[in-house]
């Protein structure tokens, strides 16, 4: 059987060497190149096609989503996994509804990349189970608010103010903020952004 391609796109050049000997290792697996950024990576992709790209989410020049979202439009045929130190639960879904193969901790990576490649062959996604914890707890928080907190939390994802909110809810403005420290704490997100991205990712808001 011919071995496989696979291109290494990583930062750290430890990480590299790391996965360079682990694919030398399993046999089957042929690393064609190893980089350290996104326009280099693209350039290697259009150069010499990988059957596999293993592909760091944060890179300089551009983010492993940015990456993988050009191979998609261009290089459709390419497998992709990304390595990644964040359990961003909401990543890991745009990366994975972007036609992404796998989703490996970096902090496991050498454990974990043989399972990742061994999901690719047959055709599964492989989830770290890091990130797949954090995907159920951020489900479970959702579950456990309020019917108040989720219309709080809609209108703070519409970029209203307390006394907007306020207003709309028919409910005093120290209710409102009640309600938003309740929402900080049970969800642990600190800042409007990310309790935007908690909304829509649960579909609390389009």
């Known amino acids: 059987m011919q071995a496989m391609r696979v291109i290494v796109a990583d930062d750290q050049i430890l990480i590299r060497a790391g996965i360079v000997a682990i694919l030398e290792d399993l046999g089957g697996f042929e690393c064609i190149a190893s980089v350290d950024d996104g326009p280099r990576c693209l350039k290697a992709c259009a150069a010499t096609p990988p059957d596999i790209l293993l592909l760091d989410l944060n890179m300089p020049g551009s983010n492993g989503l940015d990456v993988a979202r050009v191979l998609r439009q261009t290089q459709p045929d390419i497998s992709i996994i990304i390595l990644t130190s964040s359990t961003d639960a909401d990543i ?6 972007m036609g ?10 050498l454990a974990e990349l043989a399972m990742a490649l061994h ?15 954090a995907s159920v707890k951020e489900k479970d928080a959702s579950d456990k608010l309020t019917p108040r907190q989720k219309d709080v939390l809609r209108c703070i994802a519409k970029g209203q ?13 120290k209710t409102v903020e009640y309600h938003r420290a309740e929402l900080i704490q049970r969800l642990d ?7 935007t991205r908690f909304a829509v990712s649960h579909g609390l808001v389009e």
């Open 119 to 133: 999901c690719l062959r047959e055709g599964r996604v492989y989830l770290s189970p890091d990130i797949a914890l």
């Open 161 to 173: 103010s307390n006394k907007e909110i306020a207003r709309d809810l028919s409910v005093s403005v």
């Open 189 to 195: 997100l600190h800042d409007v952004a990310s309790l």
């Open 100 to 109: 992404v193969s796998g989703f490996v901790s970096k902090d496991f990576v």
């Open 92 to 97: 890991a879904k745009r990366a994975i509804d």
